[in-house]
């Protein structure tokens, strides 16, 4: 059975760093995208960025980037998320997803994933 398990969420200062962990089992990791995503109440899911787990390949959303920065593990079948310089508007849920495809800008949409963890709060106070 394929399973992602999000960690690391948690409660945080404005301008603070969290680290966020997806692990995976139940696949062959290295032929997968990890993707992570966020959702705030009364917003949609966005996406945040993705890793390509065979070659490395990263994809951020505009606004994330420079800030979140997306890193993996294969030895532990884990992606890990850097969030430095958090601000109160990245309170969300956090949501790991894989799908079974090579690494793609598409791997920030919602429909192009096949699995889905059951996600991590993390919380932005100012």
């Known amino acids: 059975e394929v399973q992602l398990v999000e960690s690391g969420g948690g409660l945080v200062q404005a301008g603070g760093s969290l680290r966020l962990s997806c692990t995976a089992s139940g696949f062959t990791f290295d032929d997968y995208t990890i993707g992570w995503f966020r959702q705030a109440p009364g917003k949609e899911r966005e996406g945040v960025s993705c890793i390509s787990s065979s070659d490395g390949s990263t994809y951020y959303a505009d606004s994330m980037k420079g800030r979140f920065s997306i890193s993996s593990d294969n030895a532990k079948n884990t992606v890990y998320l850097q969030m430095n310089s958090l601000k109160p508007e990245d309170t969300a849920v956090y949501y790991c997803?894989?799908?079974?495809?090579?690494?793609?800008?598409?791997?920030?949409?919602?429909?192009?994933?096949?699995?889905w963890g059951q996600g991590t709060q993390v919380t932005v106070s100012s």
């Open positions: 997803a894989a799908s079974y495809a090579d690494g793609s800008s598409w791997c920030l949409m919602e429909s192009w994933h096949n699995y």
